[in-house]
């Protein structure tokens, strides 16, 4: 049973438009919600998170929402750039905690110059 | 701060050989989490080690097994490979920040079997 879903396999966005990566969940325990971007041939990098007190968090160009009834989030990157070309995994945890940490099977982007 | 390492990078082994991977946590981090990435099955977690005991542990068979040191290191050893086991193994390190834990990952171990 996935428990954390990424339903589209890949997204292409023309440079400096926006792109919003999507993510659903079913585990209504889920409290804590992570983006991670991967580049071949390295881990992937934490990007932002957002718990479930929140709708929303910001870190530059970087937003999250959190749709806690749809059981649902979504990564927005604005303006998009070519560096930002990678795969983007979602990530959700129980109470926190990193041991419980359920991921998505990623999602890949492209950003086009 | 230096970030997580893991060695080897690469690794070719045979069916049913062994193997043991390394992973070097952030300093100061004491959690140590191992994934396996494939393309079909995305990250898959595999155990979790804080304070040199497993925490947690997901679904995979006993040929799977880890450790964590007094350092925080921590190895995994796979045995009687089998040619499944093929995979990206990641590593990562866990920050607590505000009651709630974020996951560093090293850039991973790639492991053919043969």
């Known amino acids: 049973d996935q428990q954390v879903k990424q339903n589209s396999p890949s997204l292409s966005v023309q440079e400096g438009r926006i792109s919003i990566l999507n993510c659903d969940y079913t585990?209504?325990?889920?409290?804590?919600f992570l983006w991670y971007k991967k580049y071949p041939a390295e881990g992937p990098t934490f990007l932002i998170s957002i718990s479930s007190i929140k709708d929303k968090n910001e870190d530059g160009r970087f937003t999250v929402f959190l749709n806690k009834s749809a059981k649902h989030l979504s990564l927005h990157i604005v303006p998009s750039q070519p560096g930002d070309s990678a795969v983007y995994f979602c990530?959700?945890?129980?109470?926190?905690?990193?041991?419980?940490?359920?991921f998505g099977k990623g999602m890949k982007l492209t950003v086009n110059p | 701060k230096a970030g997580v390492t893991q060695t080897p990078r690469y690794l070719i082994k045979t069916r049913g050989q062994q193997v043991t991977l390394s992973c070097s946590p952030i300093?100061?981090?004491?959690?140590v989490s191992w994934y396996q990435q494939t393309p079909g099955q995305g990250l898959q977690f595999l155990f979790e080690y804080f304070s040199e005991t497993q925490r947690n542990k997901g679904n995979f068979p006993g040929r799977f097994s880890g450790r964590q040191f007094s350092n925080s290191r921590s190895e995994m050893n796979v045995s009687t490979l089998e040619l499944g086991d093929s995979a990206l193994y990641l590593c990562a390190s866990t920050r607590s920040s505000g009651g709630y834990e974020t996951q560093y990952f090293g850039p991973g171990t790639r492991l053919l079997v043969l």
């Open positions: 585990n209504s325990m889920f409290d804590y």
């Open positions: 990530a959700a945890s129980i109470g926190g905690g990193s041991e419980k940490l359920v």
């Open positions: 300093s100061g981090h004491r959690s």
